[in-house]
């Protein structure tokens, strides 16, 4: 089936200006109450774009293979689209919509320069139909995608954000970990307190597991790998929060936590942090009021 | 012996030891475990789950309520194709590893458990089955 898309891709390229008025009228229908999300001047680049990169890809294809790399072009100009959308909070229906809305000025075009031969007329709106469909649902799965690359990276920046360093004293940091040490965190996590001792120049940093739920081998590596990275930066580690069915797991685990000092709170690590600072911690004595 | 509740788990992603923590600390509490015990067989399946996925690639662990004459245990069996142990004494040892890890989960899954059996054939998988009586 030869040039299956000649006729397509020869309509697009002579109407493509009516073409695209009618699309971006269309599109600002739509999109009335979402102005401020996109501006104009993008809409009509984007789509003017797409417009010319569609009338390419089917010049240069007979088949509708979108995976094919005659349309690899168009395919980019989607995800983008896709990707925009889904990250200033469209629904994915919305992104389908913007593709499905070309139907209508494609169809009148066909019409237009097919009025007299009514066969043709049906199966050019249906090789249209197809493509639309088939971009429709392309750009709707792109979306998804991209909608949940975005919350991934919302919870992955969230994780950082609940790990906080914290400066107790001169010299004296905290960092409370809180929930699951697995993976991606524990790396992130570690870093990032080595970067604030380095920056800080801090000499005692506390790490409080209170908030970790299972300490296991892995976990234990990894606290341990800190400890001995942070020591060579000049930073003695405390751990702290180690509750008394923890010990006793990580005792029956095997793992030797005695080159690393263990306090129950942490409070009792800062109480140790202020003593290794030569600082003490003072009740101030009030004057008792004058008499009369 | 009766199983009260029976259940099973793919461990194909590190989100699934995660998840297979969960279960199994969801487990203990439906079996009224001490806190320590939750926390012994829960670490325990963690060590199993890593294994299964990072050394096993990927497999899946049965998580059986058991009632024994009134007694009450966890029973966890993970299961995998993987390339097997060879040497099961060496995988035993703690401190070996043939990884990065510290090589001491199977033998600290053992010490935080009752009843530790594993067994594994060379290029046909393994099979690690703990439990833990109240
Ligand atoms: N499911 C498994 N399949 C294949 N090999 C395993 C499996 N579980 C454990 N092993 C082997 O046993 C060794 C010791 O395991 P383990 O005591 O958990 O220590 P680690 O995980 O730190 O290596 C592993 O390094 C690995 O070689
Ligand atoms: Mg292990």
Redesign the pocket.
Known sequence: MADKYRFLSELLRKEEAAILDKWLELQQVALAGRRDQVSVKDDVETSRSFLHGFGKALAATRELDLSSSGWADLRQTLEQIAITRATRGFGPLETAMLIFSLKQPVFEAIRRSLSSKPEELASEIWNATEILDRLGLFVTEVHQKGREELIRKQQQEMLELSTPVVRLWEGVLALPLIGTLDSARTQVVMESLLHQIVSTGASIAIIDITGVPTVD?LVAQHLLKTVAAARLMGADCIISGIRPQIAQTIVHLGVELTAVITKATLADAFAIALQRQNLAVVRVQKNPPAAG | MATLRSEIAGIVTSEDIVRVRHMVRDAAVRLSFSLVDQTKIVTAAS?LA??TL?YGGGGTVRIDELADHGRLGLQLIFEDRGPGIADLNQAMQDGFTSGS?LGL??GGAKRLCNEFEIQSKPGEGTRVRVARWK
Request: net charge negative.
């Open positions: 081998t | 060590e890593r294994n990072e890890g989960g199977l």
